[in-house]
């Protein structure tokens, strides 16, 4: 049975300080609220800090879209970039 994501953000590009806290701060609210452990969420977060930047600093990507989802006990990050 597929999965339905409990955090979705898509967003257009370049990625500034104010969206990254943001997001930073709506993926650990999120987690949090799905019943994972803070050192999950925490971690969640800064995962998709790294890959935003990166995304932000080497794909000249015009939109991301980025999304947690829950399968098992496993927490997927997705992010999307055009």
């Known amino acids: ?3 339905t994501p409990f955090f979705v953000r898509a967003f257009r590009a ?3 300080p104010e969206r ?3 997001v930073r701060e709506s993926i650990v609210d999120q987690a949090l609220q799905q019943g994972l452990p803070k050192e999950r ?3 969640l977060a800064a995962a998709a800090d790294e890959l935003l930047c990166n995304i932000d600093e080497h794909s000249g990507a015009a939109w991301i879209e980025i999304s ?3 399968q098992g006990e496993t927490t997927v990050l ?3 970039d055009d």
Request: no cysteine; proline share 11%.
């Open 1 to 3: 049975m597929p999965s």
């Open 14 to 16: 370049p990625v500034d």
């Open 20 to 22: 990254l806290r943001s």
């Open 41 to 43: 969420a925490w971690g």
């Open 68 to 70: 947690l989802e829950s």
């Open 78 to 80: 997705r992010v999307n």
